[in-house]
């Protein structure tokens, strides 16, 4: 992806969110040489890739196959510490048609709800024990405290307001539904860890090679500087 393109793309997430009334804290504006000054006391937003993360799943079509994403919060995988986050909030900003890949998490179970905007699609299939797609069991899910159950690659669709748990090992794919404009979606998930517990039904690079065409003009999760190289 050209980092003109990325720029262009936060910068479209920032005014989306905002135009719902969603709002972020101050350091998803820094720019790579503020956090360049910024110290030690940032060191979680690092550790924990915290902040922006753009990607087309490899695909080089980011508007049919690709996400935005702002990770808020997140704790440590594994980590055993009474007093650590077990818990990981996202948002998301999703467009009409475009795709995330069909996947599903090892451990992590996940909440999608639809903050604002148009509709989003979730097709769902349960795994099998060779974690491939299982086209003979129904799927059933909560949404919204409420279960509903769907034949394999039943697709489901949550409007404004609305939102579904997905158990680990639940394949999922989801898309913004065409001609209602793309969708605000936050994830409210138990520890997040995309290094280890991310199986996606085709293999995906998750993070994209980028063309420097232009200055970055925020840093993404994975290229923050070690912490006060500025100062």
């Not at 992806?1 to 989306?16: P, T, V």
Request: charged share 25%.
């Amino acid at each position: 992806m050209n980092r003109s393109r990325i720029n262009a793309i936060i910068q479209e997430f920032l005014d989306f969110a905002e135009s719902h009334q969603f709002f972020f804290p101050a350091w998803a504006r820094y720019t790579p040489p503020q956090w360049a000054r910024t110290g030690p006391e940032a060191d979680e937003i690092r550790r924990h890739q915290l902040g922006w993360d753009v990607t087309d799943f490899g695909s080089g079509e980011f508007l049919k196959t690709g996400l935005a994403l702002f990770t808020l919060r997140n704790g440590r995988p594994g980590g055993a510490d009474p007093k650590a986050k077990d818990y990981c909030e996202k948002v998301m900003m999703v467009r009409e048609g475009q795709l995330t890949p069909c996947h599903f998490h090892f451990s992590k179970m996940e909440d999608i709800i639809n903050r604002g905007g148009g509709r989003l699609v979730i097709r769902l299939h349960n795994a099998t024990g060779e974690e491939g797609l299982d086209e003979e069991s129904q799927v059933c899910v909560q949404v919204d405290g409420m279960t509903r159950t769907f034949l394999p690659g039943g697709e489901l669709l949550l409007a404004p307001g609305e939102s579904v748990s997905l158990p680990p090992y639940l394949y999922h794919a989801f898309w913004g539904q065409p001609g209602l404009g793309p969708v605000l979606v936050g994830e409210v998930s138990r520890v997040n860890d995309d290094t280890r517990d991310n199986r996606f039904l085709e293999p995906l690079p998750r993070f994209p090679a980028i063309e420097e065409d232009q200055p970055a003009r925020f840093c993404l999760c994975n290229e923050y500087p070690p912490p006060g190289i500025g100062m």
